[in-house]
């Protein structure tokens, strides 16, 4: 099974400042058909997880371009421009090039 | 807009077993996979499996292999998931995911399932 270590796991941050979560893989998470399949997602406090970016870099559907995702094989970085207070929660790391996906440990931002 | 959502929370005794039920609209129900995904409380994220909601063939975590069952519904666009033997440590809010390929996009509201004599 893939390993996801994220760092750091507690990230206390300045509004309008950047922020910047690390992900790195056990293996390599690029997928036979090219791609790599490495996801970022947002869980707010009391809420279901919700999908930002999808392979490195991809932002999903309303998610805001203050969010960047980017790295290669298996060092990935999240990035935030401007923190807003919105972006209070958890942000995980999750890989699902192979059965079974795998999640980072999770980093809390904290405003 | 595409939804997915859960069957209401459930209270268990340990050993017993719980059968969650998610219901997709706003797609194709048997476009796309589900997966199915747990939060204990205070945890992280983890994964139990993946059902292909059109053929119905199954990928499940070799931690859950053996106590879990998916299966779908393509008549109701329904997923459920099923868990026997339940532990105390089992108690966790079970979620529901939408599984394109490479990952999951779209979740349920997550169902809080507690396992207590």
């Known amino acids: 099974d893939i390993v996801m270590t994220q760092t750091p796991l507690s990230s206390p941050v300045t509004l309008g400042q950047p922020a910047s979560i690390s992900c790195r893989s056990s293996?390599?998470?690029?997928?036979?058909?090219?791609?790599?399949?490495l996801n970022w997602l947002q869980q707010r406090p009391g809420q279901p997880p919700r999908l930002l970016i999808y392979?490195?870099?991809k932002r999903f559907s309303g998610v805001p371009d203050r969010f960047n995702g980017s790295g290669a094989g298996t060092d990935f970085t999240l990035k935030i421009s401007r923190v807003e207070a919105d972006d209070v929660g958890v942000y995980y790391c999750?890989?699902?090039?192979?059965?079974?996906?795998?999640f980072g440990q999770g980093t809390k931002l904290e405003i | 807009q595409v939804q997915l959502v859960q069957s209401g929370a459930e209270v268990k005794k340990p050993g017993a077993s719980v059968k969650v039920s998610c219901k997709a609209s706003?797609?194709?129900?048997?476009?796309?996979?589900i997966s199915w995904l747990r939060q204990a409380p205070g945890q992280g994220l983890e994964w139990m499996g993946w059902?292909?909601?059109?053929?119905?063939?199954?990928h499940y975590s070799e931690k859950f292999q053996g106590r879990v069952t998916m299966t779908t519904d393509t008549s109701t666009s329904t997923a459920y998931m099923d868990l026997r033997s339940l532990r105390s440590d089992d108690t966790a809010v079970y979620y529901c995911?939408?599984?394109?390929?490479?990952?999951?996009?779209?979740w349920g509201q997550g169902t809080l399932v507690t396992v207590s004599s």
């Open positions: 995911a939408r599984n394109p390929w490479g990952g999951v996009d779209y």
């Open positions: 706003g797609y194709i129900f048997t476009t796309y996979g």
């Open positions: 059902i292909n909601a059109n053929k119905g063939n199954t």
């Open positions: 293996q390599s998470l690029v997928h036979s058909d090219g791609n790599t399949y």
């Open positions: 392979k490195i870099s």
């Open positions: 999750m890989q699902a090039t192979q059965f079974p996906y795998r």
